[in-house]
């Protein structure tokens, strides 16, 4: 099985920061990763596909990229609104593992 | 305006069958490429993708939970069904089922969740 691994498990930042989390897998899954905001109680909402295009609706201060192995989101600008936790997915037709989640907090 | 919405027991014994049931609206699963998928998140931790069905009744299960779910659908009534069996409490989750877009994988409408506890 692919294994999804987040770094770092929890993110300190202030308003207006750039924000990088990591999403490494196991083994190469080219391009099919997905990635997702939870906040508390709440169910995750879809942001990006296909490692790097944002979905209709998400701000462009998000962005995503890599491909193989190793991927990146970036937060240009972090809102308050962003504050969260988020999760990679590797996802394809027959599976769909996630990441164990990157909190973004408040500095 | 797709929309999603879990349904089943707050509270099932160690042992028994849990069953839940995803009603939606917006899309139909007799339309090619289609899917629904059930992920679960224990208190406190992380997603993990349990099961997904699509359009053609084509089904997958996470390696590690195949031997105790089932995923089946009733295409008319909009709706689709998951069953675990021989409950624990490490089981103990909000269970969401997702729609799955074009046959990819991943989930881009989601319910609200249930939250099930397992418990004597």
């Known amino acids: 099985d692919i294994q999804m691994t987040q770094s770092p498990s929890t993110l300190s930042a202030s308003i207006g920061d750039r924000v990088t989390i990591t999403c490494r897998a196991s083994q190469t899954i080219n391009s099919w990763l997905a990635w997702y905001q939870q906040k508390p109680g709440k169910a995750p909402k879809f942001l990006i596909y296909?490692?790097?295009r944002l979905e209709s609706g998400v701000p462009s201060r998000f962005n995503g990229s890599g491909s193989g192995t190793e991927f990146t989101l970036t937060i240009s600008s972090l809102q308050p609104d962003d504050f969260a936790t988020y999760y990679c997915q590797h996802y394809n037709s027959y599976s769909g593992t996630f990441g164990q989640g990157t909190k973004v907090e408040i500095k | 305006q797709i929309t999603l919405k879990e349904s089943g027991p707050t509270l099932v014994k160690p042992t028994q069958t849990l069953t839940l049931t995803c009603t939606f609206s917006?899309?139909?699963?007799?339309?090619?490429?289609?899917?629904v998928g059930w992920i679960r998140q224990p208190p406190g931790k992380a997603l993990e993708w349990l099961a997904h069905?699509?359009?053609?009744?084509?089904?997958r299960y996470s390696p590690s939970l195949k031997s105790r779910l089932t995923i089946t659908k009733d295409t008319p009534k909009n709706q689709v069904v998951l069953t675990v069996t021989n409950t624990d409490p490490v089981d103990t989750a909000t269970y969401y089922c997702?729609?799955?877009?074009?046959?990819?994988?991943?989930?881009?409408?989601w319910g609200q969740g249930t939250l099930v506890t397992v418990s004597s």
């Open positions: 069905i699509y359009w053609d009744d084509d089904r």
């Open positions: 917006g899309f139909s699963l007799s339309v090619s490429g289609v899917g």
């Open positions: 997702a729609h799955i877009r074009a046959a990819a994988g991943f989930f881009d409408f």
């Open positions: 296909r490692a790097s």
